[in-house]
């Protein structure tokens, strides 16, 4: 059982305020911080006004002279995320795209809203330092949910603590990946220009300024999961502070988890272990 579970806040109070220029049938409850400098609306979708069916949504507003942003998040990638035959709301490990709006001064996307649910990074703040084994639960689920997405041709590009969700559901917590805002194709061959959390870039991209897909998803993961398991009095993750020897793996794991984390962590990329091997990697497998 993961750490402090299922002990998150109750639901934010419902208002009778409703999103300007949006369906009359989403009524906003709250406002949560968004990547930059936009917004999220915290809002229930309300089939029919009818307030027993409503499901949570996030509606993300994008300034309009960052539109080229957009572009890069590609509204048909997000579409391709829930397009699959078993795709409804929530089924999916990726929030579900819902609906899209372009107003004069902005773009407006409605998504699904995991609910309830915390942050990794939340989840930090509370418990940590977080036992092994509940990071193993987490880890299990996120490289299952990351090698599902590269599957189906998406590259996030900006795994982090603040990226990820832990619903809380009655078959128990769940990892949920969110905001795709610098997401695209995943293709191969390199990329040469890096669109996510400078610190969490993978050391190639430092070295010679070009990076691919897995290998990044890979390298993100163990960030990640160091996040997870430092202990409080440990430096915070970046890539620079780890290969200039001021980040070392946590002291206490077991040698099958510190294997899966240098794994991840391997600074020459083709050396770097795949997401498939991941799967199969004797730390997660027992």
């Given at each position: 059982m993961l750490v402090g579970w299922p002990s998150f806040g109750g639901p934010l109070q419902r208002s009778c305020g409703r999103p300007r220029g949006l369906d009359p049938t989403l009524g906003i409850t709250g406002r949560a911080s968004g990547g930059d400098s936009n917004s999220i609306s915290l809002c229930d979708q309300i089939p029919d006004n009818n307030w027993s069916q409503a499901i949570e949504?996030?509606?993300?507003?994008?300034?309009?002279?960052?539109?080229?942003?957009?572009?890069?998040?590609?509204?048909?990638?997000?579409?391709?995320?829930?397009?699959?035959?078993?795709?409804?709301?929530?089924?999916?490990?990726?929030?579900?795209?819902?609906?899209?709006?372009?107003?004069?001064?902005?773009?407006?996307?409605?998504?699904?809203?995991?609910?309830?649910?915390?942050t990794f990074y939340e989840y930090c703040e509370r418990y940590a330092p977080i036992p092994?084994?509940?990071?193993?639960?987490?880890?299990?689920?996120?490289?299952?949910?990351m090698a599902d997405l590269h599957s189906k041709g998406v590259f996030h590009r900006d795994l982090k603590l603040e990226n990820?969700?832990?619903?809380?559901?009655?078959?128990?917590?769940?990892?949920?990946?969110?905001?795709?805002?610098?997401?695209?194709?995943s293709r191969p061959g390199t990329f040469c220009w890096y669109n996510g959390t400078d610190i969490y870039a993978p050391p190639e991209y430092h070295q010679v300024h070009?990076?691919?897909?897995?290998?990044?998803?890979?390298?993100?993961?163990?960030?990640?999961?160091y996040e997870l398991l430092r202990q409080n009095e440990q430096r915070?993750?970046?890539t620079q502070g780890y290969f200039a020897n001021r980040l070392h793996i946590p002291n206490g794991?077991?040698?099958?988890?510190?294997?899966f984390l240098r794994a991840c962590l391997?600074?020459?990329?083709?050396?770097?272990?795949?997401?498939?091997?991941?799967?199969?990697?004797?730390?997660?497998s027992t």
């Open positions: 949504v996030a509606i993300k507003h994008i300034r309009r002279k960052d539109v080229e942003i957009v572009s890069q998040v590609n509204i048909c990638l997000l579409f391709t995320i829930t397009s699959a035959p078993d795709a409804e709301i929530g089924l999916n490990p990726s929030e579900s795209f819902l609906e899209w709006f372009s107003l004069k001064d902005e773009i407006i996307l409605v998504m699904e809203r995991p609910f309830p649910a915390l092994e084994g509940c990071v193993k639960m987490l880890a299990y689920q996120l490289v299952g949910a990820l969700l832990i619903q809380c559901t009655w078959l128990g917590p769940r990892v949920r990946i969110i905001d795709f805002g610098c997401g695209c194709v070009i990076y691919s897909a897995v290998p990044t998803t890979v390298w993100q993961i163990g960030a990640v999961l915070p993750f970046s794991l077991s040698k099958k988890c510190s294997d391997t600074e020459i990329p083709e050396h770097r272990i795949t997401l498939d091997q991941l799967k199969y990697h004797p730390w997660l």
